[in-house]
């Protein structure tokens, strides 16, 4: 079955700077990668996804990459503010999701 | 409109005692998952329905776990008994497609087994 792994486990970042979260997955036919994230007290929400014919995909602050040929994918979040703090979960698919173990990621004021 | 609601939030019991989960998906989702979630580690799948009927549920140790929707709307997932090891965060997910769609996710219900 598919193994997605996460890196890092944990990140700190000054508020304005960037973050970047890398997945790698093991199952080449995976064509659907969504970013989840995970805040106390509220159900994990879907903030960005790309499927597998398109490179790059950019929403405001957020952007995720895919290498299908390495087969990894990358969070980037750009100018970060304090309320970004949150786990963020990747995930890969192609008929069912496999999650990530999690980032916790601390924007620091 | 509301979210995929859990209850209860929070349960604490000690090894060898049943407990239940409840989850209410969103209005007009036909697909419900259950996840668990253990500490620092991603989500892992339990059991998906397509309506009423479970299409997935490889992952759902059934000699001790079950599960039921039966009108295809709400849900209850069930452990009986309980061990040490079943201590995580169950996570209840809805999605109006079948396929890799988006999930919307309750809050989830923390289980610790003493």
């Known amino acids: 079955g598919e193994n997605v792994e996460q890196h890092p486990s944990t990140l700190s970042v000054q508020e304005g700077d960037s973050a970047v979260i890398k997945c790698t997955y093991s199952d080449s036919a995976s064509n659907y990668f969504p970013w989840y994230k995970q805040e106390l007290g509220k159900g994990s929400q879907l903030i960005i996804d790309?499927?597998?014919?398109?490179g790059e995909k950019k929403d405001q602050r957020i952007a995720v990459t895919l290498n299908k040929t390495a087969k990894h994918f990358s969070l980037h979040i750009t100018e970060t503010q304090p309320e970004d703090s949150a786990v963020y979960f990747c995930a890969a698919a192609r008929r069912q999701l496999t999650f990530g173990s999690g980032t916790q990621l601390t924007v620091l004021p | 409109e509301a979210g995929v609601v859990q209850s209860p939030r929070y349960k604490i019991i000690e090894k060898k005692q049943p407990v239940a989960f409840w989850c209410n998906p969103i209005?007009?989702?036909?697909?419900l998952y259950w996840y668990r979630q253990n500490l620092g580690q991603g989500p892992e799948l339990l059991i998906r329905?397509?309506?009423?009927?479970?299409?997935?549920d490889s992952q759902l140790p059934k000699d001790r776990f079950s599960a039921e929707r039966l009108k295809g709307v709400d849900s209850t997932l069930k452990i009986q008994p309980a061990e040490l090891g079943d201590s995580a965060v169950y996570l209840c997910?809805?999605?109006?497609?079948?396929?890799?769609?988006?999930?919307?996710f309750g809050e989830g219900s923390r289980l610790t087994v003493l």
């Open positions: 329905y397509e309506n009423e009927e479970a299409v997935d």
């Open positions: 997910a809805s999605s109006s497609a079948a396929n890799t769609g988006e999930l919307f």
């Open positions: 790309i499927r597998s014919n398109v």
């Open positions: 209005s007009g989702h036909n697909t």
